[in-house]
């Protein structure tokens, strides 16, 4: 036992040595270099990068507004529905009422059925009266049974169109839902890179995006695509100007129609609204169904499409230049009609 003792004891010693003799090894395995920090991105890259995310909002921003829309048509469609089962049931019960009324006549005749009266009549005149009632009665019970199958066919296919289109409108609240998650998300992602740059750097980020602006713009005009172009506007058109460019200054926001803010296809559509002219909620959908011109003949009122996935629109408004609402943190307001990526042009008219 002694023995063992002091055998552990001489172990404890020599390890404590040990650790005392080489103090370089311990300093050297604390002092083990981290990895790099990563590097810093430029400007530049953050603008690029902000603007991707406010681009993918702007897409999940069409999809909500789709989505709403649709949900709005089929909750209109299923309350219209509704009615018509209403309707119907009351239908079927006053055709039953009918059915019930005939049979009770034809118990108070004795439970004799006309045609077995009508055999037992002597009276050769009462024998041809009863045969045209006779008649008419079989031809209104047989249209009494019709009725009532026609009415009930009608009322199952109402019931069924109403399911059909409560399961869409359930599936478009979910695809609601998961737009607004994610216009959300991204807007979010955008606010905190601006958020983690100096008061300067957002200054100077606001200049570089003033100047990418000014770049294509440039670009643009020096295409001589204005030099034939006409600039007269329709009635219409005038009064969709004229509604746009009352809402210079009004700020952007995702899914707004006014009339206090907007979004990009919520102005356009309220605009040509003001003019008399109904058009379809988003920019994709707007790009999809209003006939498409050449730029080379578009006249103030049209609208410009921006971007190959039709994600955002402005109203031109002349002189090569458009009103739009831009994205989130900012307000409606001029711009170069060229600033940015055109998919093409429609006309509402």
Not at 107 to 115: A, F, Q, S, T, V
Not at 129 to 148: C, I, N, Q
Not at 226 to 245: N, P, Q, S
Not at 263 to 281: E, F, N, V, Y
Request: proline share 5%; charged share 25%; with cysteine.
């Amino acid at each position: 036992m002694n023995r063992r003792r002091h055998a552990t004891a001489a172990i404890t010693v020599i390890c404590a040595l040990t650790v005392l003799a080489s103090p370089a090894l311990t300093l050297q395995a604390a002092a083990a270099p981290l990895p790099p920090p990563p590097p810093k991105k430029s400007l530049e890259e953050v603008r690029a990068e902000i603007d991707d995310l406010y681009r993918k909002a702007a897409v999940a921003t069409d999809a909500y507004n789709l989505a709403e829309e649709k949900t709005e048509e089929q909750s209109a469609e299923i309350v219209r529905l509704a009615r018509m089962i209403v309707d119907g049931r009351e239908k079927i019960a006053d055709l039953k009422a009918k059915a019930g009324a005939q049979a009770r006549a034809q118990y108070r005749n004795g439970g004799l059925p006309d045609g077995a009266q009508l055999v037992l009549t002597n009276d050769p005149q009462l024998f041809l009266d009863a045969t045209g009632r006779l008649k008419a009665g079989a031809k209104a019970t047989h249209d009494l049974l019709g009725e009532m199958t026609r009415a009930q066919a009608e009322l199952d296919t109402y019931a069924q169109d109403a399911s059909t289109n409560w399961t869409r409108l359930e599936a478009n609240r979910v695809r609601q839902a998961k737009a607004k998650k994610e216009i959300n998300d991204k807007i979010a992602a955008a606010k905190k890179l601006e958020s983690e740059l100096a008061a300067e750097e957002r200054e100077r980020l606001r200049l570089l995006e003033v100047q990418a602006q000014n770049r294509a713009q440039t670009t643009w005009l020096g295409t001589g695509v204005l030099k034939d172009l006409k600039e007269g506007a329709t009635a219409e058109g005038r009064k969709a100007v004229e509604f746009a460019t009352g809402q210079i200054g009004k700020p952007y926001v995702w899914g707004a129609e006014g009339p206090r803010s907007y979004d990009c296809s919520g102005l356009t559509q309220r605009a040509w609204g003001a003019a008399g002219r109904d058009i379809p909620r988003t920019s994709q959908e707007q790009w999809r169904l209003l006939p498409h011109v050449d730029i080379k003949e578009m006249r103030p009122g049209d609208l410009i499409v921006y971007f190959e996935d039709a994600s955002h629109i402005g109203m031109y408004v002349g002189n090569g230049m458009i009103v739009h609402a831009p994205r989130p943190g900012r307000n409606v307001t001029l711009a170069g009609a060229g600033s940015m990526e055109i998919l093409g042009v429609v006309r509402p008219t």
